[in-house]
Every structure is written in structure tokens, then in C-alpha cells.
């Protein structure tokens, strides 16, 4: 039996390009005090010996791991996979790693991963949407770089991303509004997740904007899954006096309503029409096609990445917090076409007002 062969060390790295092992140290953690000769013939000498740097050491060495922690409620489904995608392309970009870990939106957990992950990574890209996240993400990232995304509470304490959730659930309102419709329920994400209270604040605003009395009984609960967006859509089905349209506060809820009306025999949009957020990719797909409002949800992760890039670069030197806020487009399709198709739903439910 062969013996296996024994990882090259930096030290016959040295010895064969005739340099220091300091020489060679300097060139793979990309200092600028070795001239490009030079640090060219270790490359080579290096390539020849498939020699390959000790992460760990170099990470002692520069008291960096190149590394970036993604904290995410999850990593299931297209809204947080698009996410991902968008981080992870920077990173790969600028040369970093992506460690990833899904905290359930369970604070606990999300402060254990905190912990877990304090030291073998540089900063943090964190969705924490959840109100009551102050206190954990001044507790455990006040002296680690981050940046936060989907909450207002790191506002003056780390650099946050945001969706303009008001402003998107408010142009869905406004079109359905514009259709004719009066009675127009909306499911809601998790109690406490700030995504969801401000589509609802959105939602709310509109209805007083246009003297249409709130109706508790059609502003249904969900928990931003598929699953939940059928069960509100039951819920609002078995109504003596059902909607005339459907705001769902994410598209999964959207699509999971879609499903219950299509199985029930309900004609989308001619009976009540549905609009979705977040204009996820089988958004257009699906039939009918869905009306959502557009978010470049890869945009989140990608300028995140791109912000906590720049100040780990910029070290002890940054001043400036940055608070960026992602604007959003409503994107109108079968579901809740321009030209409504529910003239019989809206005329039934006006003559019952």
C-alpha cells in the first residue's frame, strides 16, 4: 500500500523559490511589501508543489477569516434563496466566504448562532424582523460589524436594508381600489414580524384614505407560508359576506390562496380577484398569473454584502450609518387585472352594504 503524500509546507515553498518564509507569508495574505517579480516566481513555485495556503493560520496571521455570517429566518423557499444568491456573489466576488445559518425567527436561537459564529467569521448580513430585536442586536453586535436587514430597530446603531413595505402595500391597495373594490381582505404574516405589520399599516392607511371602514373579520392571520395562505383562504370563503378582493402579505400566502379558491371553484379574478408582495419568479408563472408588488429581492443580499465589505475595509475609520431603503413597484397581471373581471362580485357586495 502506497503512502500518502505529505502536504506541502510554506517552508519548501521558500526553500525552492529561494525567498524568506516571511516572503512567501506576505504574498499569499496579498501584502504590497513584495515586489510583483517576486511574488509572481512564489505563485508559481507554488502552483508546481500544489501548495495550499493554511486558511487558519492566515486567518491568525491577518486576525481575519475573509469570511461573512448570514443569519436568515430561513433558507426555504425563492424570497430568501434570492437573497442568498445575492450575497453569495458578492462574497465570491471580493473573495470572502458565506457561512449560513437559519435562526426559525426564533430569537434564541438567532443569539446562539451569534455566538456560535462570533470569531470564525468578520461581520454579519442578519434578518432579525422581528420588533422586539433591539436589545439582542445592540446586546451581541455592538462591537462586531453588520448590517441589518428588514428591521427599523437598527436604526443609529448598524447599517439596515429595507423593503418599503408601506409604500408597496399601498399601491396594491390603491389599484384594487381603482377597480372598484370596497371589501378587500388582507392575510397577514407573523404577529410581530415587521415585514408583515408595516404591509398591514399600508393596508390600513389606504382603507382610511379612501373612507372604507376596517372589517376585522376579513383581516385574516398567516405565517407567510403557503399552507397558511389556504387556511385564510378557507377562512374567508366560509364568510356569509366573502371579499371582493385578496391582499396577501407575501407571494407564498398569495399562491396558497390561489390554490384553496381554484379548488373551491372560485373563477380568479371574475369572482375575487388576489394580489401578492414580493413578485417572487412562479409569481408570472402560475396561472392566473399573479399581480404582487416587485421587489429586486437579490438586492438585499448583494448590497448588504457590498455595505459590510466596505466597512470591514474601512475598520475603525467608519463614521457614517447608512440606512437604505429598497423601493418597490406594483406589476400588475391576471389576478387582479387593469380591466377588472369581478363586476358581478363588486355589485353583489355593494348591494349588501
Same mark, same amino acid.
Given at each position: 500500500?502506497?503512502?500518502?503524500?505529505?502536504?506541502?509546507?510554506?517552508?519548501?515553498?521558500a526553500?525552492?523559490?529561494?525567498?524568506?518564509?516571511?516572503?512567501?507569508?506576505?504574498?499569499?495574505?496579498?501584502?504590497?511589501?513584495?515586489?510583483?517579480?517576486?511574488?509572481?516566481?512564489?505563485?508559481?513555485?507554488?502552483?508546481?508543489?500544489?501548495?495550499?495556503?493554511?486558511?487558519?493560520?492566515?486567518?491568525?496571521?491577518?486576525?481575519?477569516?475573509?469570511?461573512?455570517?448570514?443569519?436568515?429566518?430561513?433558507?426555504?423557499?425563492?424570497?430568501?434563496?434570492?437573497i442568498?444568491?445575492g450575497?453569495? /456573489?458578492i462574497?465570491?466576488?471580493?473573495?470572502?466566504?458565506?457561512?449560513l445559518?437559519?435562526?426559525?425567527?426564533?430569537?434564541?436561537?438567532?443569539?446562539t448562532?451569534?455566538?456560535?459564529?462570533?470569531?470564525?467569521?468578520?461581520?454579519?448580513?442578519?434578518?432579525?424582523? +422581528?420588533?422586539?430585536?433591539?436589545?439582542?442586536?445592540?446586546?451581541?453586535?455592538?462591537?462586531?460589524?453588520?448590517v441589518?436587514?428588514?428591521?427599523?430597530?437598527?436604526?443609529?446603531t +448598524?447599517?439596515?436594508?429595507?423593503?418599503?413595505?408601506?409604500?408597496g402595500?399601498?399601491?396594491?391597495? @390603491? +389599484?384594487?381600489?381603482?377597480?372598484?373594490?370596497?371589501?378587500?381582505?388582507i392575510?397577514?404574516?407573523?404577529?410581530g414580524?415587521?415585514?408583515?405589520?408595516?404591509?398591514?399599516?399600508?393596508?390600513? /392607511?389606504?382603507?382610511?384614505?379612501?373612507?372604507?371602514?376596517?372589517?376585522?373579520?376579513?383581516?385574516?392571520?398567516?405565517?407567510?407560508?403557503? @399552507?397558511?395562505?389556504?387556511a385564510?383562504?378557507?377562512?374567508?370563503l366560509?364568510?356569509?359576506?366573502?371579499?371582493?378582493?385578496v391582499?396577501?402579505?407575501?407571494?407564498?400566502? /398569495?399562491?396558497?390562496?390561489?390554490?384553496?379558491?381554484?379548488?373551491?371553484?372560485?373563477?380568479?379574478?371574475?369572482?375575487?380577484?388576489?394580489?401578492?408582495?414580493?413578485?417572487?419568479?412562479i409569481?408570472?408563472?402560475?396561472?392566473?398569473s399573479?399581480?404582487?408588488v416587485?421587489?429586486?429581492?437579490?438586492?438585499?443580499?448583494?448590497l448588504?454584502?457590498?455595505?459590510?465589505i466596505?466597512?470591514?475595509?474601512?475598520?475603525?475609520? @467608519?463614521?457614517t450609518i447608512?440606512?437604505?431603503?429598497?423601493?418597490?413597484?406594483?406589476?400588475? @397581471?391576471?389576478?387582479?387585472?387593469?380591466?377588472?373581471?369581478?363586476?358581478t362580485?363588486?355589485?353583489? /357586495?355593494?348591494?349588501?352594504?
Amino acid at each position: 500500500m502506497s503512502k500518502q503524500k505529505a502536504k506541502v509546507t510554506i517552508h519548501e515553498v521558500a526553500r525552492s523559490a529561494g525567498v524568506s518564509v516571511a516572503t512567501v507569508s506576505r504574498v499569499f495574505n496579498s501584502s504590497d511589501l513584495v515586489a510583483k517579480q517576486t511574488g509572481e516566481k512564489i505563485r508559481s513555485v507554488a502552483r508546481r508543489l500544489n501548495y495550499i495556503p493554511n486558511a487558519s493560520a492566515r486567518s491568525l496571521s491577518m486576525k481575519r477569516t475573509e469570511t461573512i455570517g448570514m443569519l436568515l429566518p430561513d433558507m426555504h423557499g425563492e424570497f430568501f434563496s434570492e437573497i442568498i444568491r445575492g450575497a453569495d /456573489a458578492i462574497a465570491h466576488k471580493e473573495r470572502y466566504h458565506l457561512l449560513l445559518s437559519a435562526s426559525h425567527s426564533n430569537k434564541e436561537e438567532l443569539e446562539t448562532a451569534i455566538r456560535m459564529m462570533s470569531g470564525r467569521v468578520d461581520g454579519f448580513i442578519l434578518m432579525s424582523p +422581528h420588533l422586539d430585536s433591539e436589545t439582542l442586536v445592540t446586546r451581541y453586535l455592538r462591537s462586531i460589524p453588520a448590517v441589518i436587514l428588514s428591521s427599523s430597530e437598527a436604526r443609529g446603531t +448598524h447599517d439596515s436594508i429595507r423593503i418599503d413595505n408601506v409604500g408597496g402595500a399601498q399601491q396594491v391597495m @390603491r +389599484h384594487l381600489i381603482s377597480l372598484g373594490h370596497r371589501r378587500i381582505a388582507i392575510v397577514k404574516g407573523d404577529p410581530g414580524n415587521e415585514d408583515g405589520h408595516e404591509r398591514l399599516e399600508g393596508y390600513l /392607511a389606504e382603507l382610511r384614505a379612501n373612507s372604507i371602514d376596517m372589517k376585522e373579520e376579513i383581516i385574516v392571520c398567516g405565517d407567510f407560508t403557503e @399552507r397558511s395562505g389556504y387556511a385564510a383562504g378557507r377562512t374567508l370563503l366560509d364568510l356569509k359576506n366573502r371579499p371582493t378582493a385578496v391582499f396577501a402579505s407575501n407571494d407564498e400566502m /398569495a399562491i396558497g390562496v390561489l390554490r384553496c379558491f381554484r379548488e373551491a371553484g372560485i373563477e380568479v379574478p371574475r369572482e375575487i380577484a388576489v394580489a401578492g408582495f414580493d413578485d417572487i419568479q412562479i409569481s408570472s408563472l402560475i396561472h392566473p398569473s399573479l399581480t404582487s408588488v416587485h421587489v429586486d429581492i437579490s438586492d438585499l443580499g448583494s448590497l448588504a454584502a457590498e455595505r459590510l465589505i466596505e466597512i470591514l475595509a474601512d475598520g475603525t475609520k @467608519r463614521k457614517t450609518i447608512k440606512s437604505i431603503v429598497l423601493p418597490s413597484r406594483l406589476v400588475i @397581471r391576471d389576478s387582479a387585472p387593469l380591466t377588472t373581471h369581478a363586476s358581478t362580485a363588486i355589485s353583489e /357586495a355593494t348591494s349588501l352594504q
